[in-house]
């Protein structure tokens, strides 16, 4: 079983940059991807980024070439670093593992002037 603890979120002005962790718990040697998501208010939960175990990542075409995700060498920390915020970018971001489709208690990002 896995734990997943998100952390990193606040508020933000247009243009800023922020960073989230991720860091699991548990028995993460079974982890075989790791994402982050996020959900704004009235929509649904949409995938932000994901990492696998072999390094490959996936975007999604709103963040691509804003956002970054990485994963530390042990393979319990995951994080997205957030560059040239908009005010769009602004929801609950939630951290998942898979298998297992684990999730994290979300973080709140806002980015407002």
């Known amino acids: 079983q896995v734990q997943l603890v998100e952390s990193g979120g606040g508020l933000v002005q247009p243009g800023g940059s922020l960073r989230l962790s991720c860091t699991a718990s548990g028995n993460i040697f079974s982890i075989l991807q790791m994402a982050w998501y996020r959900q704004a208010p009235g929509e649904v939960r949409e995938l932000v980024a994901s990492i696998t175990n072999r390094g490959s990542r996936n975007y999604a075409d709103s963040v691509k070439g804003r956002f970054t995700i990485s994963r530390d060498s042990d393979g319990d920390t995951v994080s997205l670093q957030m560059n040239s915020l908009k005010a769009d970018d602004t929801a609950v971001y939630y951290c998942?593992?898979?298998?297992?489709?684990?999730w994290g208690q979300g973080t709140q990002v806002t980015v407002s002037s």
């Open positions: 998942n593992s898979m298998p297992g489709n684990t």
